[in-house]
């Protein structure tokens, strides 16, 4: 089963800045099959990245992945009020048993 | 456009037995796997199980494997989660999902879209 790392723990930023989010697996992640998702309090996960770098739809350009074998990378290019929440890493493609990472929260400083 | 609706939960003492439901609507239900992922209270996300299109494949996350059973009915439009021997560590939220599978089953899959999850409470 794949590890996956999330850091830091929590995220202290401010509006208007960048936001970047670490990702890193215990054993390279098979073709980048790497998902990101952001959850506010009290609603359900919402995909945001898949495949490490593609955008799901309807998600701003101000959000992009990058990485592949064991680190991988988020990053919110400039962090919007509604941006403010939990950011999950998942892996896939590698067997059946799916993993997520613990969670990055960003919270306003 | 998508929506997925989970029902079932409740509070549920230990050994107990539950089973939740998720109704799928606005895409075609049978042409995708679907997924049930929970998160216990302030804790992060687990996968607990998947589903092929057809209900014939199917995974468990070993935490859940010989206690939990998922199935579908295609004709409702409907996913299901039969959870037996309920223990304390299973409380959470349970969340239904649908899954996009990218190299072949075996493999797992992201997931796309989310119901707004169903609320497990096993307690004496």
């Known amino acids: 089963e794949i590890v996956l790392t999330q850091s830091p723990g929590t995220l202290s930023l401010s509006p208007g800045e960048r936001a970047t989010l670490s990702c890193r697996a215990s054993?390279?992640?098979?073709?980048?099959?790497l998902a990101w998702y952001q959850q506010k309090p009290g609603q359900a996960p919402r995909l945001l990245i898949y495949?490490?770098?593609s955008r799901a739809t309807g998600i701003p350009d101000r959000f992009s992945g990058s990485g592949s074998g064991t680190d991988f990378t988020l990053t919110i290019s400039r962090l919007e009020p509604e941006d403010f929440a939990v950011y999950y890493c998942q892996q896939y493609g590698s067997s059946p048993r799916l993993t997520f990472g613990g969670g990055t929260k960003v919270e306003i400083k | 456009q998508v929506q997925l609706v989970e029902s079932g939960g409740g509070l549920v003492k230990p050994g107990g037995s539950l089973r939740l439901s998720c109704a799928a609507s606005g895409f075609t239900f049978s042409d995708y796997y679907m997924s049930w992922i929970r998160q216990a209270p302030g804790k992060g996300l687990e996968w607990v199980s998947y589903i092929s299109s057809s209900g014939s494949t199917i995974y468990y996350a070993d935490s859940v494997k010989g206690r939990f059973t998922i199935s579908r009915d295609n004709a409702k439009n409907s996913l299901y989660l039969q959870m037996n021997s309920l223990r304390a560590e299973d409380t959470a939220v349970y969340y239904c999902?649908?899954?996009?599978?990218?190299?072949?089953?075996?493999?797992?899959?992201?997931?796309?879209?989310w119901g707004q999850g169903t609320l497990v409470t096993v307690s004496s």
């Open positions: 495949g490490a770098s």
């Open positions: 054993q390279s992640v098979s073709s980048s099959y």
């Open positions: 999902a649908r899954v996009v599978i990218v190299v072949d089953p075996t493999r797992g899959g992201y997931f796309d879209y």
